[in-house]
């Protein structure tokens, strides 16, 4: 059996340096976050255990404490709330998330109609949308459209959505408005992960996509992988069944942008232990 790791696996710019600010916070008292630092269940309990206490309201934290904002941001009125409480915030907004929440703002402020390609439900989504007094439409497919002509359409995306299937949508908007203006804040993380899997994919005969379930970027791996080869989205090694993996040559691993390194690790050793090499 011979297993392909993908370059792009494990934790990506934005994550990495969430977690390095969060790390440096801990080590100097008590600390809160609100909502998980990253996706990735694992890690939050990691944090968890360096005394970062998740919670999910500001109202959980008393005034004067500090409180981290996750990489994938929180919503605009939030910011200020914690802000008129006297607690500190320390913002580690990965930087596209601050670039898809200022590119909204700005075609808010220049009286577009936003248009928010990305999930309804995702923090990343909901954190954008407070940046355009909540305005904007939020659609993930271009049926969602409808027949009526925009005049003015500003689009922004979830950092973490397919290149392609953002292309298809924007072509069906500039079809559908008067004057469209659109802004591909897709990150370059999530672009080159996507790449690679498909091309994993391509040279292997099983996929196993590494990361937690509430990871939006992780989900569009599997569900680019899964349109190539079969595939298994797993949150850690022990979740694998490699007895089910027997009949397969090559077996291709990627993993999400806040799957840490040694959890990519535990599942090769796991693999290398079953079928030797
Ligand atoms: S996936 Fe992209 S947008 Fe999300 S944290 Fe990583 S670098 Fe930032």
Known sequence: M???VSPFA???YGVQRAVDMACKAASQGPLYSLGPLIHNPLVVAE???KGIKVVSSLDEIPDGEAVLFRAHGVEKEKEEKARMRGIKVIDTTCPFVKNAQEKAELLYKEGYQVIIFGEKEHPEVRSILSYTDKSAFIMS??????QSELQKAGVVSQTTRNREAFSSFCAEIVS?????????????A???RQEDARRL??????????GGRNSANTRKLFEIVSAVKPAVLVE?????RVDELTNYDTIGITAGASTPDTTIRELIVLLKTYFGG
Do not use: Q, W
């Not at 497919?141 to 409808?146: C, F, P, T």
């Open 2 to 4: 011979e297993i392909k």
């Open 10 to 12: 494990g934790f990506c």
């Open 47 to 49: 944090l968890e255990k």
């Open 141 to 146: 497919h271009a049926d969602e459209i409808g």
């Open 176 to 188: 559908s408005s008067v004057e469209s203006r659109i802004y591909n804040t897709i990150c370059l």
């Open 190 to 192: 999530t672009k080159e």
């Open 201 to 210: 994919a391509g040279e292997t005969d099983f996929m196993i996509v590494v």
């Open 236 to 240: 850690s090694a022990d979740e694998l």
